[in-house]
Structure formats: structure tokens, C-alpha cells
């Protein structure tokens, strides 16, 4: 009983808590005339006010349903008319002192772990975790027609690799070969990011995007043999806005391999 008392303590405390911070940045913001263009007076108090008043509340809600029914416990056990038993610090059922007993003990290890969760969750940035230096190197061949109206605009601009939200520049395709008419392009970008959610993003001109996924592992294996070629993953070519069809697969195609890093 202790345990869930506590932890609605806990909450309740970090809801009048919240609401008291993100409400007294606003009064003492307007009181004192702070900058308040574009809602930066609001945005200051969700960012700092509501979770600090949250946490201070969250860890007063708790100190004070434990104090509450420490002293519950006290009153129950001290027998009528006895001073020196009134003394005492009285025991729970379990044997151990009211003020630390095992439940309360529980009660703040649970809201401990809830307050680390939330304050985890409240500042993820959502970027991905670095992978272990030296970060390994990214090659990529892409190959496409050699008479594409799109080749000379994507060799002016870097690639973009992806890493989840992430956008790492590479650098710009660089012609490394032709055959039967078609043209093989050489990328090369360092992989930085613990994740499996990678992506080469090309541009043939402002709105024709090839997107190519790379299946390569959390952790990628520098490995010296390039893979096979495949096809583009994502294809968008767009004219005023508006996507146009084309007709047949796309002709374009890529092959990577991931090298050791120096």
C-alpha cells in the first residue's frame, strides 16, 4: 500500500509541480518584461520551468506521502497512555523501522527509476548512438546512363548519407568509369552512427531524388569486396511540384562496401 501511495504521490506532485513551473516562468517572465517574441517566454517555460517544478514536485509528493504514513504507523503502534513506548520508533509488520521500511524503500527506487525514464525520454535528441572510433569508411559506386540529363548536376553537389534523422555531407560523385553507356560514380562518407536505418540520398536535379538504403548492420563489418548491384530503393522525380511517372525501372543502380577506418 505504501509502494502506490508513494508513486501517486509521485505523480500528482509532479503535475502540480509542472504546472506550477510552467506557470511561474510565465508570471515572473510578464512581471519583469522578458523577450517574449514568438512565444519564447511559453517555450522557455515548457524547457525549463515545467520540468523542473515536475522533478521537485515529483520528489515533494513522495517525501511527504512517506512522511505521512510513517507517522500513521507511528500513531498506530503507540500504545494509550504510555510515554516511554511513545518514544519508540515503531516498527512495520516486516520488522524493519517505519521510516525505512521495505516498502518505502521500493516506493523510491520506483519513482527513482520513473523520474530517470521521463528525463531521458524528455531530453532524446532522437541521434543515434556513435559508433566506436576509428568510424569506418563507406564506398559506393553508383551506376546510371552516361547520357542522363540529371549527371552533371549531381556532380556539383555532395551526396547526403542518412543516418536516421541524421545528414552527414559525402562527397560529391566523382566519375570513375564507363561502359556500354554507362557511367559509374564513386562516393565515399564515413559511417559515425550506431544504427540500421542508412540511406544515400542523390540528386540528378532539384527534383529528382535517388534514394538508395544500405543494409549494413548497427555495427558495419569493414570488409574488402564490393556487394552486388542493385537497384534504386527510392525513386521521385518532380516537375512544378508535382510527381511524374517514368516509364520502366529506374536505371540506376549501386553497389557499396564498407573499408576499416585510419
Do not use: C
Not at 50 to 71: C, W, Y
Not at 108 to 131: F, R, S
Not at 149 to 169: N, Q, T, Y
Not at 182 to 201: A, K, P, W
Request: charged share 20%.
Amino acid at each position: 500500500m505504501t509502494v502506490l501511495l508513494a508513486v501517486l504521490g509521485a505523480i500528482l506532485g509532479a503535475v502540480f509541480g509542472g504546472a506550477l513551473g510552467f506557470f511561474g516562468i510565465i508570471l515572473i517572465g510578464t512581471v519583469t518584461g522578458a523577450d517574449n517574441q514568438q512565444g519564447a517566454l511559453a517555450m522557455g517555460a515548457a524547457t525549463a520551468g515545467l520540468p523542473l517544478g515536475a522533478f521537485v514536485g515529483a520528489i515533494f509528493g513522495l517525501v511527504l506521502v512517506l512522511r505521512l504514513r510513517a507517522r500513521g504507523q507511528a500513531d498506530a503502534a503507540r500504545p494509550a497512555g504510555n510515554d516511554a513506548a511513545a518514544s519508540e520508533v515503531p516498527e512495520d509488520r516486516d520488522g524493519t523501522s517505519s521510516g525505512a521500511g521495505i516498502q518505502g524503500w521500493i516506493a523510491i527506487a520506483v519513482v527513482a527509476a520513473a523520474i530517470i525514464g521521463v528525463w531521458a525520454w524528455w531530453t532524446d535528441d532522437g541521434i543515434p548512438p556513435y559508433l566506436r572510433q576509428p568510424f569506418p569508411v563507406l564506398e559506393a559506386e553508383i551506376r546510371m546512363p552516361a547520357a542522363d540529363p540529371g549527371l552533371d548536376f549531381a556532380m556539383s553537389r555532395p551526396a547526403d548519407l542518412r543516418s536516421e534523422i541524421v545528414f552527414h555531407r559525402m562527397n560529391p560523385p566523382v566519375p570513375l568509369r564507363e561502359e556500354d553507356g554507362q557511367i559509374v560514380l564513386g562516393l565515399r562518407g564515413t559511417l559515425s552512427y550506431r544504427t540500421e536505418d542508412r540511406e544515400i540520398e542523390m540528386r540528378l536535379e532539384p527534383g529528382k531524388v535517388l534514394g538508395f538504403a544500405l543494409d549494413l548492420g548497427e555495427r558495419p563489418t569493414p570488409g574488402g569486396a564490393f556487394t552486388a548491384w542493385r537497384r534504386v530503393d527510392r525513386f521521385s522525380w518532380y516537375r512544378d511540384g508535382v510527381l511524374v511517372p517514368m516509364d520502366g525501372p529506374p536505371p540506376y543502380f549501386i553497389r557499396t562496401r564498407v573499408l576499416a577506418g585510419e
